[in-house]
């Protein structure tokens, strides 16, 4: 039987993750006790460090897949988050094959690719995770720049790349637009991952958006995330409070 993630690739659904940037595996076990597909812990823009990162890990069970999405495309940045155990990851910045390529490879241990082994999971047994990683860890590279878009076919069909997750928000800012550019950007990229074969997610900042865009076709989307889930609470009690 394939690994989760992979598996609920395959099965074609539709997967809508909540997005941890706030650094608090208390608030991780919290929300995913209220459902959420998959988690992603941003050690990109997020406030987690590595002890966080090992902590807020812990807090999610099998049954659910937990990616994280790493600072940056390097060796060092992928070890540290599939050594705390995540099944996953999420590169950022990602632009040409050559890079999709390699830092896929990092995800994986020689042959397949060139991971250095360790970790504090890993190691309680390492012979079992070894045999089970290659298959399990899944690789999700970010588009997320006008030169990633123009190249999305290449990235998409990259060897190890399992899916392509955008990142509308920079693409936005790479283009100079968050309408129909942005919108055609969007098309250029699933149309591509669908030529080759592979799922397209895309990041959306709310239930809205994460399910319009499922609609349309992109596998993964945020249905909810700390920050704007946090904020909107806060909002929402202060205004009943103060108008009674
Ligand atoms: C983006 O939208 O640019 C992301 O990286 C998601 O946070
Ligand atoms: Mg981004």
Not at 48 to 62: K, N, Q, S, T
Request: charged residues 20%.
């Amino acid at each position: 039987e394939a690994p989760l993630l992979k598996r609920r690739l395959s099965e074609g659904g539709k997967m809508g993750v909540f997005w941890f940037a706030l650094g608090s595996p208390a608030l991780v076990e919290l929300a995913i006790s209220c459902g959420g597909d998959a988690v992603v812990l941003d050690m990109q823009h997020g406030l987690f460090d590595r002890r966080d990162l090992e902590a807020a890990v812990g807090c999610v069970p099998p049954s659910i897949p937990c990616l994280v999405r790493i600072e940056d495309d390097s060796a060092a940045a992928v070890s540290r988050a599939l050594d705390a155990g995540a099944e996953g990851v999420l590169v950022p910045m990602v632009e040409t094959s050559t890079q999709a390529a390699a830092a896929a490879a990092a995800c994986h241990f020689p042959p397949k690719g060139n991971r250095s082994g360790g970790g504090v999971r890993p190691l309680a047994d390492f012979g079992a995770y070894r045999r089970a990683a290659d298959e399990a860890i899944t690789v999700g590279v970010m588009i997320e720049t006008a030169r990633g878009v123009a190249n999305a076919g290449e990235i998409a069909a990259a060897p190890n790349v399992d899916f392509v997750f955008i990142g509308s928000g920079d693409l936005a800012l790479s283009l100079g637009s968050d309408g129909a550019a942005l919108e055609e950007a969007l098309r250029t990229v699933l149309e591509a991952c669908v030529a080759a074969d592979k799922p397209c997610g895309v990041f959306t900042v709310n239930a809205e958006e994460a399910s319009r865009r499922a609609g349309q076709g992109f596998s993964i989307t945020v249905a909810a995330n700390d920050l704007s889930a946090v904020m909107a609470a806060f909002e929402a009690s202060y205004r009943t409070f103060k108008t009674g």
